[in-house]
């Protein structure tokens, strides 16, 4: 067990810590779950971003799937190869695409026919040929949380079949794109195989038939969105995962790409948050934290649930039933509802665990929070990965008042 409370008071609360051994342990069971056939894995940069995580992920051999410029940027600074490099987004602004075109990466994600007819002026302009990838929208359930449930039409991602198959033909007549890629992502933290069998299987069908238009699909992107245990979801078992989409690609020379976000990095976070005070309202008992939504939001943004531990005290047998909220002005900004925990004192560290997705990426300043600083573990070190904001930080682009 991670001794919490020196890493508290070494840094601070609140505090993310990133275990970066579990990053790459999680990396070499996907590898070796897809090895018998050509993959490439491009962590989905935006469910941890910090350039120590990106450079310890590149250095595993990963590539990179971004969705903003920005993400593009940071995954070039830490050294992954521009040829890992994917951009994907529904929407991609015409400095992006040009930014992107520039820098020679894999491919672009194209979301509509719109955004191709963009990269075609651009790359038309720039005297390029954007190397593209469309995602398809298979129209199928992820059974998943609606927030982060994608492949449905009712949702903004992708295109239909159809429509991919216009864009493919067009791409190939095309002087200034090159058709070299497919790809679906349904939805996030998702927990059976069988979407993923339905997605992989409408997708091969498809590249099947671009094949006899003479257009050859080279990757096959399978996206990302294997769920993780936060409570008690049975999770999907790789190898079980990896041989859905080997027996929908059966007969396809491709190379496999896939865009795992949380799989690689929600199991090697936490949050530490240490106890300000309780509360008791004659109703209800509440543990008020320094830590809050701004921080950590996804209790606040989708009900998620991560499991708490009061550091020390995980055996203590006295316990009552209490809400752990944070100290921001809304009564979303909570971190758990009606769960278990001892008699808490000032000062008593919580553990929220599986935090390493989706965590810091979405924190805000939110209250004039500063936000909060990363800490990584490795082969039993710590050390800083990104200092907490000081009030300076805070101001620094704000222009001086009259
Ligand atoms: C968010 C996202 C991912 C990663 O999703 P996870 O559920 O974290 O694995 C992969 N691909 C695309 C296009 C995304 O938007």
Redesign the pocket.
């Known amino acids: 067990m991670v001794d919490f409370s020196s890493l508290a008071q070494k840094y601070g609360s609140p505090l993310y810590v990133y275990d970066f051994d579990v990053i790459t342990q999680k990396f070499t069971v996907l590898k070796e779950a897809f090895k018998a056939r050509k993959s490439l894995i491009c962590f ?1 940069a ?2 941890n971003s910090n350039l120590s995580v990106l450079k310890h992920i590149a250095k595993l051999g990963a590539g990179c ?1 971004c ?1 903003s410029i920005g993400e593009v940027k940071r995954a070039l600074h830490v050294g992954i190869p521009k040829y890992k490099i994917i951009f ?2 529904v929407g991609k602004r015409d400095d992006e695409i040009e930014e992107a075109l520039k820098n020679d990466i894999l491919m672009i ?1 194209l979301e509509s026919e719109e955004e191709m007819g963009r990269v075609e002026m651009i790359a038309q302009k720039l005297g390029v040929i954007a190397r593209i990838s469309i ?1 398809v929208n298979p129209n199928i359930d992820a059974k998943t949380h609606p927030y ?1 449930s ?1 492949g449905l039409h009712e949702n903004k991602f992708g295109v239909d079949i159809d429509s991919a198959k216009r864009m493919y033909i067009h791409a190939k007549n095309s002087t200034s794109l090159d058709p070299v890629g497919i ?1 679906f ?1 349904i ?4 927990t059976e195989v069988e979407p993923f069998r339905e997605a992989a299987l409408v997708l091969a069908n498809l590249v099947r038939n671009l094949k006899s238009l003479k257009i050859d699909i080279k990757f096959f992107d399978v ?4 769920g993780i245990q936060y409570k008690d979801e049975t999770t999907i078992p790789l190898y079980d995962y990896a041989q859905a989409i080997f027996s929908a690609l059966s007969g396809l020379d491709v190379t496999l790409v896939c ?5 690689l990095v929600g199991d090697c976070g936490y949050f530490l948050t240490r106890v300000l005070y309780e509360k008791n309202n004659g109703f209800k008992r509440f543990v008020i934290v320094d830590g809050a939504m701004n921080d950590l939001i996804r209790p606040s943004l989708y009900g998620a649930y991560h499991e708490i531990e009061v550091y020390g005290k995980e055996n203590a047998q006295e316990t009552s039933l209490a809400d752990v909220v944070g100290p921001i002005c809304e009564s979303g900004d909570f971190f758990a509802k009606n769960i278990e925990l001892p008699s808490l004192e000032h000062d008593d560290l919580l553990v929220v665990k599986s935090a390493g ?2 965590g810091f990426t979405m924190s805000s300043n939110y209250n004039s929070r500063s936000r909060v600083a990363e800490v990584a573990l490795e082969e039993g070190e710590d050390r800083l990965i990104r200092q907490r904001e000081s009030f300076e930080d805070l101001i620094a682009l704000e222009r001086k008042y009259l």
């Open positions: 989905a935006k469910a799937d969705v994907s987004g994600n995602r982060i994608t790809h992502h939805g996030s933290q998702i996206g990302g969105g294997v865009e795992p976000g949380r799989y997705a989706y």
